[in-house]
């Protein structure tokens, strides 16, 4: 799967692959079908003074997405389900 990356500690980001990843017990897996970029994006991806400050390097970025539950972990709830 293809991955937005903050990998090095300067301005920018990077369109990386990776392996897509196993839910642990307690999540879920979500296959993306749109995403949006947001206030946090813009200062990783300047990379200014809160973001050096807050952001761990290595780290995928993106929390503003919408997709579809395909897989969950032994441990959540039967009232999320897949699909």
Same mark, same amino acid.
């Given at each position: 799967?293809?991955?937005?990356a %903050?990998?090095?500690? %300067?301005?920018? *980001?990077? *369109? =990386? ?11 879920? *897996?979500?296959?993306?079908s %749109? ?6 994006? +813009? ?5 200014? =003074? ?15 997405? +919408?997709?579809?539950? +395909? =897989? %969950?972990?032994? *441990? +959540? ?7």
């Open positions: 799967m293809h991955i937005l %903050k990998s090095t500690a %300067k301005p920018g *980001l990077w *369109l =990386e692959s990776t392996l897509i990843p196993s839910p642990k017990p307690n999540e879920v *897996l979500i296959k993306i %749109k995403t949006a970029i947001c206030g946090t994006d +813009v200062h990783i991806f300047h990379w200014n =003074e809160w973001a050096q400050q807050t952001i761990p390097i290595p780290m995928h970025i993106g929390h503003e997405f +919408v997709g579809t539950i +395909v =897989e %969950k972990g032994t *441990l +959540v709830s039967d009232h999320i389900q897949i699909g």
